[in-house]
């Protein structure tokens, strides 16, 4: 009846002002910065409290020259995406996940942290703010980069006495120049990521400055990213430079286990649950650099990368091949489900999605 055409009229109307967004080149983002309207700053002195958050202009902020995260390197950072969903809203995915990591975190680098409900307004304010610059369905995601760091003054070799966490965003499109394409890795064989005891399970600054060496070397030869070993036997996987590796033989899937040298990642951890749900059998154990000559796939999984196939992986001038130039069974069926769910077209029975 009329009063039902009237309803369809002011839903299309609503939705069309909804999927406004900014005029960018959708189909061509990369992995880079693009700045956007603005930022969310929030700070936190001798107390261990943060107050007063706020969103603010996108812009530069002024920092103390003696501030501890630039001479210290205490800082942590997050990674999470916003989807659009055909109907125009935003997804958020599991953000409580990166504020408990940021905390556990928070804790390894002596920083006070955000709690997880100050975390996620924190994002759900910038993301809404900058809701135009999240890209239509299917082109992309927002990628939203929280940052805590001790911004006090220091001089002696100590935490900062004060702490500020920032949100921004930035639109993204593939993290491999390849696109969905497979990725060529080299593993890595002079230089290490981490160490027992170390930083390398935190999500801490200096954990990616110190891979750039390695990684520049392997992107001058022509490879994607690095893969790199323990420290100790030089031989069990660790993770790439952006990303947690997986392996697949006759359908069963295997991952490093989570042991304080790699990072705790969400799309991992997510992958791992919905893998298990479609009844692969999953094992986080070592897995030794001799096993890649006799795996059937290999992936590889993160909040930037999502799951990216793996076409080769050389080791000592030895290169394997995977999928033959294509992307595995298990790797397109995971990456289908995983972004299938992230963009809210199947059914969220796990409660991963926070809808804005
Ligand atoms: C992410 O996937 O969010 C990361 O933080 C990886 C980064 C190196 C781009």
Redesign the pocket.
Known sequence: GASSSTVRCEASMYNRQTVETVDLDWDNLG?ALFPTDYMYMMKCSQNGMFSKGELLRYGPFELSPSSGALHYGQGL????KAYRKEDGSVLLFRPQENALRMRIGADRMCMPSPTIDQFVDAIRLTVLANKRWVPPTGKGSL?IRPLLIGSGAVLGVSPAPEYTFLVFVSPVGN?FKEGLAPINLIVENEYHRAGPGGTGGV?TIGN?ASVFRALKKAKENGYSDVLYLDCIHKKYLEEV???NIFVVKNKVISTPEVKGTILP?I?RKSIIDVARGQGYQVEERPVSVEELLDVDEVFCT????VVAPVGSITYLERRVEYGNKGIGVVSQQLYSSLTRLQMGLSEDKMGWTMQL
């Open positions: 992995f950072f997050e990674g999470l990628y993290y999500k990616y430079s952006s990303c990642g799309t993160g909040t930037a990368v």
